[in-house]
């Protein structure tokens, strides 16, 4: 999409995960958004935030030293 419309700033947020978050930025999205990935909905339910903690530090790392 960047190649059509480069001019608009892009923040996707469906379909975003832990494990492309990286690729989503390379690709020229200036943010990005997730929700069930890092917030898995068993961990929500059962209140288990050192999953959603650890989902959070993954992300990080992930991303770290990213420049866009």
Do not use: C
């Amino acid at each position: 999409m960047q190649g059509p419309l480069g001019h608009i700033p892009l923040i996707p947020t469906g379909g975003v995960t832990v494990a492309n978050a990286r690729d989503y930025l390379a690709a020229g999205a200036i943010a990005i958004g997730l929700a069930s990935d890092l917030f898995p909905k068993t961990a929500l339910d059962q209140g288990n935030w050192a999953v959603i903690t650890q989902r959070t530090q993954e992300l990080l790392a992930e991303v770290a030293n990213f420049q866009l």
